[in-house]
């Protein structure tokens, strides 16, 4: 099948919300779902490989801020992974942000073994870490208590997603189901 790489329109919304969705599912952004896709302000951009016929196959969004470039999200659909759609996608990303004259490109990811292995054969290394932790009613009921310290009266949690520094990750472990460690992972691209 053949693909073109190409700037996101809006007419690709619903598209690139399925390849978003799809991708994400068997990782832990599963439960990430959007139902719009966020803006990328200028100089950021989004990028898509869509199929002959139109659809979606895979994306990436960068955005831009001074010296540093962020992937907002790199996807690609289930159905189309193992092709060299992530790495085209990367690589006119790439060349972007180095005509934007941005020296740095970085993504925060979770530790799901195929997304490390994918930054890492393209050449990003990890350097900072820390939790993302779901405190999940649903999980164990007790879960969302222990995740806040004062209670409101007739206002129950039912979940929370909070930020600690990875020194206390053992604890975290310990308390909660659903804990993972975020990876920044950086590329010189001058």
Not at 52 to 72: K, N, Q
Request: with cysteine.
């Amino acid at each position: 099948m053949h693909y073109v790489i190409r700037e996101y329109r809006p007419a690709d919304e619903t598209s690139w919300l399925r390849c978003r969705v799809l991708s994400f599912l068997n990782t832990s952004y599963f439960d990430d779902v959007l139902k719009t896709k966020p803006e990328t302000p200028a100089p950021g951009f989004g990028l898509v490989a869509a199929a002959e016929h139109g659809t979606v196959t895979g994306i990436i969004d960068i955005a831009v801020e001074d010296e540093l470039a962020t992937i907002d999200t790199v996807a690609v659909h289930p159905d189309h992974q193992h092709q060299g759609l992530g790495r085209a996608l990367l690589a006119e990303a790439r060349a972007r942000v180095s005509a934007l004259g941005v020296p740095m490109l970085d993504a925060w990811t979770r530790d799901d073994p195929d997304t490390l292995r994918w930054y890492r054969a393209m050449g990003f290394t990890e350097s900072q870490h820390y939790l993302h932790v779901y405190a999940s009613y649903y999980t164990d009921a007790s879960e969302p208590d222990r995740a806040i310290s004062e209670r409101r009266a007739g206002l129950r949690p039912m979940a929370a997603f909070l930020h600690a520094s990875l020194e206390g990750e053992q604890l975290m472990r310990e308390q909660f189901a659903r804990v993972h460690v975020c990876r920044r992972f950086t590329m010189d691209v001058l």
